[in-house]
C-alpha cells in the first residue's frame, strides 16, 4: 500500500472517530447539548457534571472512580480528556474537565460492563496521564519502573474506586 494511500485512510478514521465520539457522548446532536470550540476550532462537548463516586451506577452498567492527578503539568490549561477505553473493541467513555485545572480532580465515570485501559488526553487526543503499573506501585521510581497500563475490570452494578491517572513519566 503506497503512503498517499495510507495517509488518506488515517485521515478517514480520524474524521470517523471524531463523528462517533461527538454523536454518542452528546446524545446524538452536539447543538442539542452544548459545544466548546478548542483551539484547532475542532467542537468538544461541555462538561458533564461529575457522578457521585459513592452513589450507584444506572442499571446495566458499571461506574470507575478515582483522581486525575494534575501537579506539576503545564499543558492542562485548555482542559483534559478523561477516558475509559474498553479492551479489546476499543470503545471509549469519556469526560471532559475544561482548563485551566489547577488542583488535581475527583471523577466517577460510568461505563459499560467490561475491561478498561484508563488514562486523559489533550484535546488534539494526545495521551498525557495513565492508570498504569506504575500508579499501583506508589509513583515511585525506587520502587515500580513499570509503566505498563493496568486493565481495570468493571462488573455490573460495581464501583470500582481508585482508579488514579497519575503516571506522566511514561512518556520521558
Known sequence: MSLKVLGIITGVMLIITILLFVFTAG?????????????TGAEVMESVPTLDPESPPTEGMAKLAG????????REDKGLMLVAERIPDREQFNRYFPGPINEDIDYALEVVPGSYEVFTELLDRQKLGLYSQYVECGLTP?????????????QEGQIVQNIDV???????
Do not use: F, K
Open 166 to 172: 497519575c503516571d506522566y513519566e511514561w512518556v520521558r
Open 27 to 39: 446524545g446524538g446532536n452536539p447543538e442539542d447539548n452544548g459545544t466548546v470550540v478548542d483551539g
Open 142 to 154: 525506587e520502587r515500580c519502573l513499570d509503566h505498563g497500563m493496568v486493565q481495570v475490570q468493571a
Open 67 to 74: 483522581r486525575i492527578c494534575v501537579s506539576g503539568l503545564s
